[in-house]
Nanobody
Framework: VQLQASGGGLVQAGGSLRLSCAASGSVFSIMGWYRQPPGEQRELVATATSGGTTNSSDSVKGRFTISRNNARKMVYLQMNSLKHEDTAVYYC???????????WGQGTLVTVSS
């Protein structure tokens, strides 16, 4: 299984970014995004099941939107109205359908300047 994330970068507060993650090697029941702010623990951002059910943290609701393309094994995170506190390394996450194993991508850095 491989997860390849892309789309991070530097953006001003109030701006937008879109993260993408390409998965391969299995069928995934859940795909999503976690993040790790500097000096803090990794935390949930948003997840999406293969059936379309989504879950997101309260801190990003109304600003971030997760979407998924099952056929292409892609998951996206549209981030709008970015805040300085959104600065973090964002990790793509996937859980395989048949074994339940969890995988992580390499991380992509999002820096929001205030």
């Amino acid at each position: 299984v491989q997860l390849q994330a892309s789309g991070g970068g530097l953006v001003q507060a109030g701006g937008s970014l879109r993260l993408s993650c390409a998965a391969s090697g299995s069928v995934f029941s859940i795909m999503g995004w976690y993040r790790q702010p500097p000096g803090e623990q990794r935390e949930l951002v948003a997840t999406a099941t293969s059936g379309g059910t989504t879950n997101s943290s309260d801190s990003v609701k109304g600003r971030f939107t997760i979407s998924r393309n099952n056929a292409r094994k892609m998951v996206y995170l549209q981030m709008n109205s970015l805040k300085h506190e959104d600065t973090a390394v964002y990790y793509c996450y996937a859980k395989t359908r048949f074994t339940g194993r969890e995988y992580w991508g390499q991380g992509t850095l999002v820096t929001v300047s205030s």
